[in-house]
């Protein structure tokens, strides 16, 4: 079936850095979408993108538009709210909607 | 718009007993998904209506698992004869496009 690979698996970032996580896909994909879930386990969405790149606050999210086999997402100048768990999640094309997602980066915020 | 509503957040049930979780998509979102969480296996689709009509269900387990969506407030995940491995997050989503999800906060079941 399809495949999203994401990396890294776990994040350690000291406050202020920048880091990214990326998704590659095994196949083309029609959209991704990242989500971070909380300490009470809700999937919050940060970003939907069919192409291109979208952009909120420090974050930032880039979905190649040529091939479509990955997608990134940015972290600029990390905060102690930004730990969690994000995962992106990918439609393929012509995948009747269905995401599917992958195993998820936990990132860490330190002092 | 109160979000993705799902009943109970929490469900205890004792191994054999049925289990009904709820969700209630947001007014107006034709798409409603399930999907269940593990550690072991991560976020897996279960199945998907659009407009109440199943549109696929090739993640429910074939035995045991059934989902209705009787109208277009509210869809039901029931689990007949419950398993310890059934224990999980139950997450539901509703799009109105069909894509661009938002995820209710879940229900955590533990069969014991």
């Known amino acids: 079936g399809d495949q999203v690979e994401q990396s890294p698996s776990a994040l350690s970032l000291h406050e202020g850095t920048d880091s990214a996580l990326r998704c590659n896909f095994t196949t083309t994909m029609r959209s991704v979408q990242w989500f971070r879930q909380n300490s009470r386990g809700s999937l919050i969405s940060l970003f939907y993108l069919a192409s291109g790149t979208k952009e909120n606050g420090r974050l930032k999210s880039a979905f190649d538009s040529k091939e479509r086999r990955y997608s990134t997402l940015h972290i600029r100048d990390a905060q102690l709210e930004d730990s969690g768990t994000y995962f992106c999640?990918?439609?393929?094309?012509?995948?009747?909607?269905?995401?599917?997602f992958g195993q998820g980066t936990v990132l860490s915020v330190i002092p | 718009n109160a979000g993705v509503i799902q009943t109970p957040r929490h469900k205890v049930t004792g191994k054999g007993q049925e289990a009904t979780l709820w969700c209630e998509p947001i007014?107006?979102?034709?798409?409603v998904f399930w999907y269940r969480q593990t550690i072991v296996q991560g976020l897996e689709f279960l199945t998907y209506?659009?407009?109440?009509?199943?549109?696929?269900d090739s993640g429910m387990p074939k035995e045991r698992f059934s989902a209705q969506m009787p109208n277009q407030s509210h869809s039901t995940l029931k689990i007949q004869s419950t398993q310890p491995q059934d224990s999980a997050v139950y997450l539901c989503?509703?799009?109105?496009?069909?894509?661009?999800?938002?995820f209710g906060s879940g229900t955590r079941l533990l069969v014991i």
């Open positions: 209506f659009r407009n109440q009509a199943p549109i696929d």
């Open positions: 989503a509703s799009s109105f496009t069909g894509s661009d999800y938002t």
């Open positions: 007014s107006g979102h034709s798409a």
């Open positions: 999640a990918a439609e393929a094309t012509g995948g009747n909607n269905k995401l599917t």
